[in-house]
Structures are given as structure tokens and as C-alpha cells.
């Protein structure tokens, strides 16, 4: 994302895609979550979704997704000791 520019999440109907994507990322080989989040324990804070054990992720769906799926844009709005090792494996 270029400096100065927002996301933004529409909430609603999209909640559901949210929480639809987020079950399948962990799973989807292509994106490769799975090794990413390996020994840590995400949680969404704006919708009903934890995956994992270990050291814990939080922050909202959408942030959570972006960093499943590789994406380093969102690290700054996640908290918890996993998130350095979750920074580093996406900095790989």
C-alpha cells in the first residue's frame, strides 16, 4: 500500500465474506498461511474467528487476512508477542 493511502472495510454483507475467507486462508496452499502462522494463535477482533496455537496475533479480520495472505501492509495495526515472528516469516 503507497503511504497515506486507507483501506477501508465495509461492513454488513461483508462480514461474512470476511469470515469465509479468513476459514479458507489458512488452508489455501497458494498463499502458503499455513507455514506463516505455524505455532502462533490468531484472533480477530471484530469477528468471531481464532485459528491456531501459540504465541498471539490480534488485530481485525481484514488485517489478519492481509498478513495470512503475505502482506506486510497491515503489520503495524496487529498486536501480541507473535507478531515479530509473524513479520519476520513474511519478510522471507
Do not use: C, H, Y
Not at 483501506?7 to 497458494?30: D, E, M, T
Not at 490480534?58 to 507473535?82: N, V
Request: aromatic fraction near 4%.
Amino acid at each position: 500500500m503507497q503511504p497515506g493511502r486507507s483501506r477501508v472495510v465495509v461492513l454488513g454483507a461483508s462480514l461474512a465474506g470476511l469470515f469465509a475467507a479468513l476459514q479458507f486462508a489458512p488452508k489455501a496452499p497458494p498463499i502458503k498461511a499455513a507455514q506463516r502462522i505455524r505455532g502462533l494463535r490468531l484472533t480477530a477482533t471484530d469477528v468471531d474467528w481464532t485459528t491456531g496455537n501459540g504465541p498471539p496475533v490480534e488485530g481485525t479480520g481484514e488485517a489478519l487476512l492481509m498478513a495470512l495472505a503475505g502482506r506486510p501492509a497491515a503489520l503495524p495495526e496487529l498486536s501480541g508477542r507473535g507478531v515479530q515472528t509473524l513479520a519476520k516469516r513474511i519478510a522471507a
